[in-house]
């Protein structure tokens, strides 16, 4: 992998000449072309050394046959480009050289001395009314909490990733190019648009984080704070190799990101085990960058990865290394999946609709610290793509930009809050959700593998309160539309004194590829119908996800509402997805 996502992910950058000496904070502008030549064999290695001046190890490298492509003297770590094979014994040799490792098990490829920029996708005007009534969204009560706040301007979220389509139309408008960089091949590229998406994986990342709250398309889930994109991830392969991670840390915390999402594992190793010379030389890098942004102020927001896998007690890895040619391996709890199992990163579990582990999200007693909504099956997560487009996907990769952005919603509520503050409060203020009937999920209720210290609450982050019982009810129980047929799904009200109000509102959120097709209506508990939308018959645009206002007040509110959708065509069919009445 590198990308935690679709229910599967892939995993889931360039400057001065590769012998000039480059700061965490230096990043020059024009394209990162290199003194060096590329050569076939060509690797790169992380050789780290103690902090500060690295001058001497540096020569060492040229003299060992080697060239330094990027420097990070605040933390000790260089990295390195040679085609000898001897490079990494011959450099550990060297005084002053603390560790040496190869950072992959494929060559560098060419386009690191002279990356081409990614495309910039035409884009697509979307005609789709903003949902607000998303089954993730309700699920976390982010819908709730924008009535508390939508977040700051002033708090930035780092969005390590693909790269991310900053022309999208939900996207723009939160965009922060000043601070976006393409960190691919581990040195940063501030060329404009370097930082767009090289897959798709980024950009529906960035969309559930911070997509704009415009009427369009769809809301994220801290709508008023603003996003950069960091490119990890190389073109063509979409890997994210340890120097990639490094450059993204390093300028996180260079550039006041607040909160960071990290929806990838560090390639081409899902575990990196630390008997292993190089696999440690990339933990150790790695952690350092990390505690680099963390002591600046930034908190980094992790997947937990998709794999099923119980991080607490692991034994094999199949799927490494993933740049070449994988070979089954015996490990230990030793081993890390990085930089989600690093100290200080929040480690994010994926839950389908409502409280369940979604099939495919690792878990783990211990390791897991949070959960939240990552899809499953046919309930995917929407969000933003590539070109102006929209689509599900299922991933912990999803479930962890919802975090980072209820995240970012308490820094916006709390500017003074550090990291060690956001990470605790997330904690405290995520909902209880207990293990199933499952012998894999160990813990109690409060705290266990499978959801963590359990599923996070964006309206309890920003001091909202639940509406008091009986005010706000939903439910996100599928209910199938067929052709040419009347479908209802039942929503069951209590403990509302009186009648209903002249303002009830009805959320509706249906999923159908030709919403021309329906009739949708709210039958009151006596049978009452009231039409909610007659679509014209030529409306072609899918799905259906509105907040209707119906004048309900000759109704008793308790009792069983419904609502109703007729399909009046053939060929097209859905379902309902979710919806609520609020009081």
Request: glycine share 10%.
């Amino acid at each position: 992998m590198a990308v935690a996502a679709a229910v599967l992910g892939t995993t889931l950058a360039v400057g001065a000449p590769a012998t000039a000496v480059g700061t965490a904070s230096q990043a020059p502008a024009a394209a990162p072309a290199s003194a060096v030549a590329w050569t076939a064999g060509t690797r790169a290695h992380l050789v780290i050394t103690a902090p500060g001046d690295t001058s001497a190890v540096r020569a060492a490298v040229t003299n060992n046959g080697g060239s330094v492509f990027a420097s990070y003297d605040a933390i000790g770590v260089i990295v390195a480009h040679s085609a000898s094979a001897g490079f990494a014994t011959a450099m550990r040799g060297v005084p002053g050289v603390q560790q040496v490792g190869a950072t992959r098990t494929s060559d560098v490829p060419a386009d690191a001395y002279n990356p081409a920029l990614p495309a910039s996708p035409s884009q697509s005007p979307t005609t789709l009314t903003e949902s607000l009534t998303r089954w993730d969204m309700t699920q976390i009560k982010a819908d709730r909490a924008w009535a508390v706040t939508t977040g700051s301007a002033a708090v930035k979220v780092g969005v390590l990733d693909t790269g991310v389509d900053d022309r999208h139309q939900d996207i723009a408008p939160n965009f922060n190019a000043a601070d976006s960089v393409s960190c691919a091949y581990g040195k940063a590229d501030t060329r404009a648009g370097a930082w767009r998406d090289v897959g798709t994986h980024g950009t529906h990342v960035a969309g559930t984080i911070a997509a704009a709250k415009n009427g369009k398309g769809v809301v994220g889930v801290a709508p008023g704070v603003k996003v950069s994109s960091v490119r990890i991830a190389e073109p063509g392969t979409s890997l994210f190799f340890a120097e990639n991670t490094i450059c993204g840390f390093m300028w996180a915390g260079d550039h006041g990101f607040k909160v960071t999402n990290n929806s990838y594992y560090t390639d081409p190793w899902q575990f990196n085990c630390p008997d292993n010379a190089d696999q440690a030389a990339i933990i150790e890098g790695v952690r350092r960058a990390q505690e680099y942004a963390e002591k600046r102020g930034s908190l980094q927001v992790a997947a937990a990865g998709n794999s099923n896998l119980d991080l607490a007690n692991k034994t094999v890895d199949t799927e490494s290394p993933n740049d070449s040619t994988p070979v089954r391996r015996t490990i230990t709890n030793a081993c890390l999946d990085i930089p989600t199992e690093l100290p200080g990163v929040v480690t994010v579990a994926a839950m389908g609709k409502g409280d369940v582990k979604a099939s495919y999200s690792n878990y783990g007693d211990g390791v897991i610290d949070i959960a939240a909504p990552g899809g499953d099956g046919a309930s995917g997560v929407y969000s933003t793509l590539p070109g102006g487009k929209y689509g599900n996907m299922n991933g912990t990769s999803m479930a962890s930009p919802h975090v980072a952005g209820v995240a970012a919603l308490m820094a916006s509520a709390d500017p003074t809050a550090t990291p060690a503050d956001l990470r605790s409060r997330l904690g405290v203020q995520a909902v209880d959700v207990a293990c199933p009937s499952d012998s894999r999920c160990a813990g109690t209720t409060t705290r266990n593998g499978f959801f963590g210290e359990g599923q996070t609450d964006a309206l309890k982050a920003v001091g909202g309160t639940t509406p008091a019982p009986g005010k706000y009810f939903a439910t996100t129980t599928d209910v199938a539309i067929a052709d040419n047929a009347t479908a209802e799904s039942p929503l069951s009200i209590s403990g509302v004194t009186g009648n209903a109000p002249a303002a009830l509102k009805v959320g509706v959120d249906i999923v159908h590829t030709y919403r021309g097709d329906l009739v949708v209506s709210l039958v009151a508990p006596d049978g009452t119908v009231y039409p909610l939308e007659d679509f014209a018959n030529n409306d072609g645009t899918d799905n259906v996800s509105k907040t209707y206002t119906v004048d309900a007040s000759a109704e008793v509110a308790n009792g069983t509402w419904k609502l109703r959708v007729r399909d009046i065509a053939t060929q097209d069919t859905g379902r309902i997805d979710a919806w609520n009445l609020t009081f």
